[in-house]
Structures are given as C-alpha cells and as structure tokens.
C-alpha cells in the first residue's frame, strides 16, 4: 500500500475584494474577478467590509465610500469598479 501523494500548499490569493452584501457594484466587480481568475489560474478571497471579523474598523472607515475595493499582491488596485485589463495586466506581472 502506498501512501497518498503529498498535495501542494495553498498558494495565496493573489486579490483581496473588499465588497458589501446588496452592492451592485461589488456584484459586477466579483463577475470580473471571478472571469479573470478563471482565466489566469488565480484565486481571490471576498471580505465584508461592514464584518468586524473580517475587516479591521480603521480600513472599514478609509474605505466604506469606495465599496468595491480591490487588492492585488497586497497593495490597492482599483475601486467602485475593477477594469479587467489593468486586472489581468497586474496579474501577469
């Protein structure tokens, strides 16, 4: 009996989407992330801005008015609406 092949370790998402519930705006940027993902082999993680769990009070207060917020490789990418060539391109650097 052998044993199981030892799987890789989660690789980080590579984009962080800060978004709210009911936002038609972080909707259509999770549609473009999502698409983008696929496409390129990355991941993204979502995290509610208005959950304390999840988001820190100060970064909620810097970026509520800005829902949706993205990041890539940590640093900020885009708000309210996410471009996918500027996306992709940020992605293949």
Known sequence: MSAPEPTPAAVPARITLYSRPGCHLCDQARVVIEQICAELGESYVELDI???NQVDPEVRERMTDEIPVTFVDGAQHDF???DPV???SALRR
Do not use: E, F, I, K
């Open 86 to 88: 500027r996306l992709r």
């Open 50 to 52: 208005d959950d304390p």
């Open 80 to 82: 309210w609406r996410v």
